[in-house]
């Protein structure tokens, strides 16, 4: 096998120049001219050797940089996350300004419109139902001819009752006459007395006679009276139950109703806890208005005055009836329709109303957001819940003006920012006009 070649052997290409081994090598001839391919192998070689050595020394400067990046990572990921510039993002809510009015403290209960008064007519005689002057479902006033009984027989009795009048005053008349002459003929003492007192006594029989015929003449004018049936009352006729040429029974069976509309009363319910809050104003003179609503809430069919509550409680519902009255001008309110009466307590005046969905309630506690419309920052605000009537709240701690929040409370917060956007969801009626729902709302402080 050949020698290799000094040039391949690192260990002697350190060797210093002119050493036996280098100086041997050159002299047995190893030149250019004997080895044509060697210089292109020595120059190869060498190449290779200075690559790999330059190529261990970055090797290391690599893994260096690639272990900061990573190790630049891993702190970066363990690091939180920066909150963005400006702080959490702005709320949407919706909001309502703050008025000031007036709000009434009312009382919700059902109640039952009842005539003032009701009449059943029947007729006090008997007979053949000969005619009818009233039209079903008409208006008619006292007095006014609504039917008439065949009055023949009864006006009978009255010429039979004048006549018997007329004969027992001829005998009257004929034993006072003899009475002067007995009264003359004592005095000239032509008879004895005891005949002059039994003819007194025949004109006193004769005088009591009289009477009972005069007596028994108004009943017969009375019974042909009756013949005629009239209104009693100012009212409504209902639906006719006779017709002409029936005949009717004396006191039996009846032949129209009338109800009394103008005016008519409305008939309510009151809890018993609720009695001392309307009879303290009743005592003191006041006169409560009462409304009567249909039965959505939404149309007043008229407005009256409570007239008074009954004088007892019923125990078996621990309630207690009230009447108003109505002067029912229109005709709106029918007798026995069920009906809402509002009943007004008192008006609480200039106080600062709010949608009921802006107040936030914690047992005793109320508060609402009122948002700084310059800033668009909500401050938690506490404030005094004076009353409530139906979807309006009285308030004491804000202000006429300020925007409070009714709608979007779900994430704010006391100085979070706000978005003013969308609808709010109800707000304050005007003044004087505040309705309840169909059951009572808060009465509220004195």
Do not use: C
Not at 11 to 27: D, N
Not at 375 to 400: F, M, P, Y
Request: glycine residues 10%; charged residues 20%; neutral net charge.
């Amino acid at each position: 096998m050949p020698e290799e070649p000094s040039s391949l052997n690192p260990s002697r290409r350190t060797e210093p120049a002119g050493q036996p081994g280098h100086g041997g090598h050159s002299h047995h001839g190893h030149g250019h001219s004997h080895h044509p391919h060697h210089p292109r192998a020595h120059s190869a070689d060498g190449g290779e050797r200075h690559g790999g050595r330059r190529r261990r020394r970055i090797w290391p400067w690599i893994v260096g940089l690639l272990a900061i990046v990573f190790i630049f990572l891993i702190i970066r990921g363990l690091k939180p996350a920066k909150k963005p510039a400006g702080g959490p993002p702005p709320s949407r809510v919706a909001v309502t300004a703050v008025r000031q009015g007036n709000l009434d403290i009312t009382l919700d209960t059902l109640g039952t419109v009842t005539p003032t008064y009701t009449d059943n007519l029947v007729s006090r005689v008997g007979g053949e139902l000969t005619a009818v002057y009233y039209k079903e479902g008409q208006m008619v006033t006292k007095g006014q001819l609504l039917a008439v009984v065949d009055p023949r027989p009864y006006q009978a009795v009255v010429d039979q009752s004048k006549g018997q009048l007329a004969k027992d005053q001829a005998a009257l008349s004929n034993a006072r006459i003899d009475l002067q002459r007995y009264q003359q003929a004592y005095k000239e003492h032509a008879i004895p007395q005891q005949q002059l007192a039994t003819q007194q006594a025949t004109v006193d029989q004769d005088l009591g006679t009289i009477q009972v015929d005069q007596a028994n003449l108004e009943a017969a004018e009375l019974n042909v009276d009756y013949t005629q049936i009239r209104a009693p009352i100012d009212g409504r006729v209902g639906l006719r139950t006779v017709d002409p040429g029936n005949l009717v029974v004396a006191n039996s069976g009846t032949i129209v109703t009338i109800t009394q509309i103008k005016p008519i009363t409305v008939i309510f319910t009151l809890a018993e806890d609720q009695i001392d809050q309307v009879s303290r104003p009743m005592l003191a003179g006041q006169t409560l208005r009462v409304d009567a609503l249909d039965r959505t809430l939404e149309h007043t069919l008229g407005q009256g005055t409570l007239i008074t509550l009954d004088n007892q409680i019923n125990t078996a519902t621990g309630t207690v009836r009230g009447r108003a009255s109505f002067a029912n001008a229109n005709g709106a309110l029918f007798p026995n329709q069920f009906v809402n009466a509002r009943l007004y307590l008192r008006t609480l005046t200039n106080v600062a109303l709010v949608p009921l969905g802006a107040v936030q309630r914690d047992n005793d506690t109320a508060t609402v957001y009122v948002v700084d419309m310059q800033t668009k920052k909500a401050e938690l605000r506490t404030v005094k819940l004076l009353a409530v009537e139906g979807n309006t709240a009285a308030l004491s701690g804000v202000k006429a003006g300020e925007e409070v929040v009714t709608d979007g409370f779900d994430k704010l917060q006391n100085g979070a920012p706000v978005q003013i956007g969308g609808q709010p969801k109800s707000t304050p009626s005007a003044p004087g006009s505040q309705s309840s729902s169909t059951s009572t709302g808060p009465a509220g402080p004195e």
